[in-house]
């Protein structure tokens, strides 16, 4: 009888341990699609942009590979800091969040450095977010910072990126 319950136990136990195996192997695969695989460019050329006398370090993605890339993988941002994409020539530009990881801030801007339009956007979010308007720059922060510091539509950038005649 002792030796028909403890195999009992040990079957019950078995079985408990397969089961939660079984359980994490499901679950592997839906973590693994939370987190994005790739690697940060953070060895992109940079320029200073002012917002008034607010000051901006901002990395600039002027080819297709690294407008595509932009800020997917990164896990944090300075304040300071952001990513200006450049564009051949103004046109209605669309940015979605595909392995993008922190909630950013999008301004679309004109030629001359005017702020079209502003959009929120969360982490990976595959929602198209556009301009208003055909433009050539846009400038992604982290999310808030425009707001934070009163930066609104309308509103010029100044740099020497907005100063090259085209």
Known sequence: MALTFELTLMTTFIRSLLLGFAALMTTV???????????????????????????????VAATAEQRQIGLMHRREMPQHEG?????????VQCF??????????????????TIANLVDMKPLDESSHCSVKPVRYVLEMNKGWFEQRHVRAGAKLRGPVFEVKR
């Open 29 to 59: 695969p839906a973590l693994a699609q939370r987190e994005p695989v790739g690697s940060p460019q953070l060895d992109l050329a940079r320029t200073t942009i002012s917002a008034g006398m607010l000051r901006i370090d901002a990395q």
């Open 83 to 91: 990513m200006l994409f450049i564009f051949e020539q103004p046109a």
């Open 96 to 113: 979605w969040m595909k392995n993008t990881l922190i909630p950013l801030t999008a301004a679309f801007i004109l030629d001359d450095g």
